[in-house]
């Protein structure tokens, strides 16, 4: 059993594919959500198998670093990701579903904490914590998206 498993969600007024191309595009994520910056770091493209650095929060109040694979990419519909370095460990996956005329964006994620600063965090406010932060980034995304 993980730490954390929780799915968080929205409804955007955008394609499947607008709001799936905004979040592959990890380069430019902190350009709508600025407290999070991702770094693609073996690739200058998004690709399965590539890995991406993430950093929530700014210096000096970084609150969360890790690494990220992407395993697979369904174009339009689905990426799926493994954290694999950092404060955690686990999978979490993108799902783009349409739905009359807008998308409902939804991350799952399944994650322990790699240090004991994310264990105990994880254990006092764990899937209400990853919701707090989470809730915020896809009302980012959905303002982002429906503004292209």
Known sequence: MTAIDVIDSIEINA???TVFNVIAD???QSKWFPVYNC???NASKIAEGIT???TYGKPPFVLSHFIRRIDKIIPGSRLEESYIDGDLRGTG???FEKKGNATIAAYHCKVDGATWFTRLSF???GNSAHSNTYQKLLVALKQHCESL
């Open 15 to 17: 394609t499947p594919e």
């Open 52 to 54: 991406v650095e993430h």
């Open 26 to 28: 990890y380069g430019n």
């Open 123 to 125: 254990k006092l406010i």
């Open 39 to 41: 770094k693609v770091l």
């Open 93 to 95: 996956v993108w799902t």
